[in-house]
C-alpha cells in the first residue's frame, strides 16, 4: 500500500510543528503540504491525490458543513480529522454528523493523536483490500475500526499464553497493510496454526481485523491487520 497523503489545514500555524512531528512519527504516511487557508487548501486537493485532511475549524464554526461541502465537491475520495481548540459540545456534534472520522481537543496527548493515525491508515488498508461488493462482515469490520472498539482482557482462553499473545501482537503491528498467519508466523518463528488462533483472538477483543483476499485461482486467503 502506497503512503497516505496528509494535508493540514492550520490557518495560525500555531500547531502546525506539533502535528509534522507526530505525522512523521507514524509509519505510512506523507505530509502534502499544510494551507493556511481555503484557497491554499483547495490548491492541494486539486494537485494532490490527498486521503486524509488535518484540520482546525476553530473560527470558522458557522459555515464548517459549507466549508466540508466545497471541499468534496474539489475531491470527493478523502477524510477529515479535526484537530481543534474547539471543544464546544454542540459543535463537535455537528462535526461527527457532518461525517469526520476523528475528533480531537487541544491540548491532547501525542498518544492519542498517533492512535487516530494508526487507525485511520488500518481503515484506509481496509478500504483498499476490500472487494467491490460488501458483505456484512466486511461493513462490520470498518465501522470497529472507525469507533475503535476495545473490549477488556478478562484473562486469556484456554490454551493461549500471554508470552506468545504478546509476540504475535507485536508481529502484528509492524505490518503496515494485511499479513497472513503463514506471514506472521515466519517471522514470529511459530507454527502456522497457533499464529491463526491468536490472531482470531485479537479479533474477537478489537485488536484486529481481518479480510479474506482472493486471487485469481485457489481458495481466498485470511488475512489480518492491525487497529492499534
Not at 478489537?206 to 492499534?228: D, F, K, M, W
Request: proline share 4%; net charge positive; hydrophobic share 35%.
Amino acid at each position: 500500500m502506497k503512503n497516505i497523503q496528509i494535508v493540514l489545514y492550520e490557518p495560525n500555524l500555531v500547531g502546525l510543528p506539533q502535528s509534522c512531528n507526530i505525522i512523521g512519527s507514524v509509519q505510512g504516511f506523507t505530509l502534502a503540504g499544510h494551507a493556511r487557508s481555503l484557497c491554499e487548501l483547495e490548491k492541494l486537493l486539486r494537485c494532490h491525490s490527498v486521503q486524509l485532511v488535518i484540520a482546525e475549524p476553530f473560527g470558522e464554526e458557522e459555515r464548517f458543513e459549507e466549508i466540508l461541502d466545497f471541499l468534496y465537491s474539489v475531491r470527493p475520495e478523502f477524510d477529515i480529522l479535526v484537530v481543534s481548540k474547539q471543544n464546544d459540545g454542540n459543535f463537535i456534534a455537528r462535526a461527527f454528523r457532518s461525517g469526520v472520522f476523528d475528533y480531537i481537543v487541544k491540548p491532547f496527548k501525542c498518544e492519542r493523536y498517533r492512535e487516530s493515525l494508526i487507525r485511520f491508515r488500518c481503515y484506509y488498508s481496509l478500504l483498499e483490500s476490500a472487494p467491490p461488493q460488501w458483505p456484512q462482515s466486511i461493513a462490520d469490520r470498518i465501522k470497529r475500526v472507525r469507533v475503535s472498539s476495545q473490549f477488556s482482557n478478562q484473562g486469556l482462553p484456554k490454551g493461549l499464553h500471554q508470552k506468545t499473545l504478546d509476540l504475535v501482537r507485536s508481529v502484528l503491528r509492524e505490518s503496515l497493510s494485511f499479513a497472513s498467519a503463514s506471514e506472521i508466523a515466519e517471522k514470529a518463528g511459530l507454527a502456522r496454526s497457533t499464529v491463526w488462533r491468536y490472531l482470531e483472538y485479537l479479533c474477537r477483543i478489537g485488536e484486529a481485523v481481518s479480510v479474506n483476499q482472493y486471487r485469481s485461482q485457489g481458495r481466498p486467503t485470511r488475512c489480518y491487520l492491525s487497529i492499534h
